[in-house]
């Protein structure tokens, strides 16, 4: 019998019959969904399906035409939002939307979308300065992300100097660096080849968790989907499918392409060397 990867936080960000059409094209039909604190989902359906839809209405990058969109509190110093205290993300006008997204929310998106005149690490404070911190201060707090996500001396290499696999760290460092409630992933592993963008979901996943944040993964990926612990399918607007994810899926599906030590890592598995790509 398998154990399925549970979470008994409570539910972070909730919608309720999500609808939204572009002229005679309906994208939702009618979505309900919730994320708690600490959890990974994963959005799957073809192309047209409506996932990178909801995605955008989750994050209040548009509003629906009809539904709920309602985010906890602030998390206090204990994890927990305060009791009632909910905001509807639908009914924000763009300025307190947009304030929401830089503060409360984090965002990776498939190709990292980093500034290229930039250092990687004003690339991961821009988010902090943009919010009126220093940029001194931005960017010491900005650092400290840089040796937990396996970048420790690359805090001032520009984009171009990145592989593809840094570069979506250092777009998982901003997405991180103030602390949000909910990270959007938009195809984080899309532009990556196949061993990179698994290690690149794993870090993703395990830090956001550690973090206490909850994660949404558009992906058209399988094998990405596995490192979540549960997946919703959209098909023509309307959910299809939600189920939770095995313990143990991600690393019993060969993503590796290797074999497998005891610990669920490929044979020879380095915690520390796996980030150099």
Same mark, same amino acid.
């Given at each position: ?16 019959? &999500? ?27 073809? $192309?047209? $399906?409506?996932? $990178? ?83 001194? *201060? ?23 100097? &990145? ?30 080849? *196949? ?15 550690? *973090? ?66």
């Amino acid at each position: 019998m398998n154990s399925y990867r549970t979470t008994t936080a409570s539910p972070v960000l909730v919608s309720a019959g &999500l609808r939204k059409s572009y002229g005679l094209t309906r994208a939702l039909a009618g979505v309900d969904v919730s994320v708690s604190a600490g959890e990974s989902l994963a959005i799957m359906g073809p $192309s047209g $399906s409506g996932k $990178s839809t909801l995605l955008h209405c989750l994050a209040g990058i548009e509003r629906p035409d009809e539904g709920q969109v309602m985010l906890a509190g602030e998390r206090s110093e204990t994890g927990v939002p305060p009791d009632g205290a909910w905001v509807s993300v639908d009914q924000l006008g763009e300025p307190h939307r947009s304030e929401l997204r830089r503060t409360r929310f984090g965002f990776v998106f498939q190709s990292g979308q980093l500034l290229p005149e930039l250092p990687a690490d004003e690339n991961v404070a821009l988010p902090l300065m943009l919010g009126g911190m220093s940029r001194r *201060q931005a960017v010491q707090k900005a650092r400290e992300w840089f040796p937990l996500l396996g970048l420790a001396g690359m805090e001032e290499r520009r984009p171009g100097q &990145l592989s593809g696999g840094q570069a979506q760290r250092v777009a998982i460092a901003r997405a991180l660096v103030g602390g949000p409630q909910v990270i959007f992933a938009d195809e984080p592993t899309g532009a990556l080849d *196949q061993g990179t963008g698994m290690e690149v979901i794993d870090l993703l996943v395990s830090v956001t968790r550690r *973090q206490g944040a909850a994660l949404v993964v558009v992906t058209h990926d399988e094998d990405v989907a596995r490192w979540c612990d549960r997946t919703i399918r959209v098909r023509d607007g309307r959910l299809s499918e939600d189920h939770r994810t095995p313990d143990g899926a991600a690393v019993t599906s060969g993503l590796a392409h290797a074999p497998r030590g005891t610990a669920g890592r490929p044979a020879g598995y380095d915690a520390d060397a796996r980030y150099d790509r």
